[in-house]
């Protein structure tokens, strides 16, 4: 009994998984769905309507054609509808069985016709899985690839998009394309959430290029933001203060500085945040 099931389970198919990924590729996948989608939409009707009205099964061919087309819509935006729900919430399962989640989104970009929307959703999934798998070469790939888009009524989610990329240029020691997402980021209306992550981002990337000063501006106020994140969050971030503090001779502040964020973080922490200069700032966000 037991070899029985240690084998069916031995042979049981591997999950799926995406492979690496370009802009090229997500621009291939609209293009394929747009056509399918135009040739189902238009060529099931059109047959259909040229049957009836050739063998006389009706006598209004052309109002049957219209019930077909709209038929055939509703078909469409249904495949789209269940390729949607196998991604729609994976916030857990992200943390739970990436590799799982990995499956279901490899799954869905097969699929096809999708509508633009989801394909574009399911690639902010894949970005999100990448990021959490501190695959950061992909993560950029992926999110840029995404940006090019137009995301409608998500904003949200291209904000989530423009915080990973940063993050993930930043440990890539990219401080050009971290300036660059930084400045878009400015100019869009963030959450309570996201205005968080863009501080902890924007600090890190100050201290990278060396701007120690204008990370301390506004130092109260910066740290009042720091306590409404988690207690890693807020340590870190208190660590990141510290070291700006220090390098800039503000000695006074360095200590009390230094002093709160051993408060808030364990040993071990604290020596990781201070050899790295990094932390864990985005997390997958509003999966909407």
Not at 50 to 56: D, E, G, R, S, T
Not at 213 to 227: H, N
Not at 256 to 273: G, T
């Amino acid at each position: 009994m037991t070899e029985n099931n240690s084998s069916s389970s031995s042979s049981s198919p591997p999950l799926q998984r995406v492979g690496a990924v370009s802009s090229e590729d997500l621009q291939r996948q609209l293009q394929r769905d747009q056509m399918l989608r135009w040739l189902i939409l238009l060529g099931i009707p059109a047959a259909s309507t040229i049957v009836l009205a050739w063998f006389k099964l009706t006598p209004d061919p052309l109002g049957f054609g219209i019930m077909i087309m709209a038929g055939t819509w509703m078909m469409l935006n249904f495949i789209s509808a269940r390729a949607w729900q196998q991604v729609s919430n994976m916030a857990e399962l992200f943390a739970i069985d990436p590799e799982q989640a990995e499956a279901r989104i490899a799954i869905v970009l097969k699929s096809k016709p999708l509508a633009r929307q989801v394909r574009l959703l399911t690639w902010h999934r894949l970005a999100t899985l990448r990021h959490q798998q501190k695959d950061f070469d992909q993560t950029i790939a992926v999110c840029q690839s995404v940006l090019i888009y137009p995301l409608r009524n998500v904003h949200a989610v291209r904000q989530h998009l423009l915080l990973m990329l940063t993050e993930a240029q930043l440990a890539r020691g990219d401080a050009y394309g971290a300036y660059m997402s930084l400045s878009e980021l400015s100019h869009q209306q963030l959450s309570l959430t996201h205005s968080l992550q863009k501080l902890a981002l924007q600090t890190r990337y100050l201290l990278m290029v060396g701007y120690d000063e204008a990370a301390l501006s506004d130092l109260p106020g910066k740290v009042k933001m720091a306590e409404l994140m988690p207690t890693l969050q807020c340590g870190a971030l208190h660590v990141l203060f510290y070291v700006a503090a220090s390098r800039s001779g503000q000695t006074p502040q360095a200590d009390w500085l230094n002093e709160r964020s051993r408060l808030l973080l364990s040993e071990k922490q604290y020596d990781d945040i201070l050899q790295s200069l990094s932390m864990p700032t985005v997390t997958p966000g509003e999966l909407l």
